[in-house]
T-cell receptor, first 119, second 114 residues
Framework: NAGVTQTPKFRVLKTGQSMTLLCAQDMNHEYMYWYRQDPGMGLRLIHYSVGEGTTAKGEVPDGYNVSRLKKQNFLLGLESAAPSQTSVYFC??????????????????FGEGSRLTVL | AQSVAQPEDQVNVAEGNPLTVKCTYSVSGNPYLFWYVQYPNRGLQFLLKYITGDNLVKGSYGFEAEFNKSQTSFHLKKPSALVSDSALYFCAVRDKAAGNKLTFGGGTRVLVKP
């Protein structure tokens, strides 16, 4: 049971280059997320998806694009990398679980992260 | 807008002593609260959550957390800390009024010394 797998785990880019981070989950979860983690700032949501074929913007979506063509995969793309995008990127997935008050009670399952450096 | 505050960047504790990691939150509706732990070079792992019911929630690895609505706090505790508990801890809140969005605190680094 692999859980959430991210590839690649490390990447160095030059400013202006493009790349794609792949996230794959084998838990049949409906929801998937991309976060970035920067020192002292916790995790910030970039984009998310509530199901196959749907995506939505999070807190910090600028400079990123995403696609969810298959339920198990969620891709994060950088079309023209900038030094400000140097960060550790985490993918997460979650099973949809709605509680009595209509709130989502499910917990996130995270991948091990992808460290991206943009020079 | 909802928010989470972890007032301490780092907590140092001796092995065997009680450990407390503080978290306060601000939401407009009823909160669902979570604690996650991150070990070096790893992703975040779920520790425990408060949904409803008892204010004291028990989770993984001997951790527990107390929900206090009047103080809008959800502090993480462990009666006797282990060196292996040294990690980065994140508090998070989810609020239906905010579209069920999950907001994380900035994290607290815990260092348990032998």
């Amino acid at each position: 049971n692999a859980g959430v797998t991210q590839t690649p785990k490390f990447r160095v880019l030059k400013t202006g280059q493009s790349m794609t981070l792949l996230c794959a989950q084998d838990m049949n979860h409906e929801y998937m997320y991309w976060y970035r983690q920067d020192p002292g700032m916790g995790l910030r949501l970039i984009h998310y998806s509530v199901g196959e074929g749907t995506t939505a913007k999070g807190e910090v979506p600028d400079g990123y694009n995403v696609s969810r063509l298959k339920k198990q995969n969620f891709l994060l793309g950088l079309e023209s990398a900038a030094p400000s995008q140097t960060s550790v990127y985490f993918c997460a997935s979650k099973k949809r679980r709605i509680g009595d008050r209509g709130q989502d009670t499910g917990e996130l399952f995270f991948g091990e992260g992808s460290r991206l450096t943009v020079l | 807008a909802q928010s989470v505050a972890q007032p301490e960047d780092q907590v140092n504790v001796a092995e065997g002593n009680p450990l407390t990691v503080k978290c306060t939150y601000s939401v407009s509706g009823n909160p669902y609260l979570f604690w996650y732990v991150q070990y070096p070079n790893r992703g975040l792992q779920f520790l425990l959550k408060y949904i409803t019911g008892d204010n004291l929630v028990k989770g993984s690895y001997g951790f527990e957390a107390e929900f206090n609505k009047s103080q809008t706090s959800f502090h993480l505790k462990k009666p006797s800390a282990l060196v292996s508990d040294s990690a980065l801890y994140f508090c998070a809140v989810r609020d239906k009024a905010a579209g069920n969005k999950l907001t994380f605190g900035g994290g607290t680094r815990v260092l348990v010394k032998p």
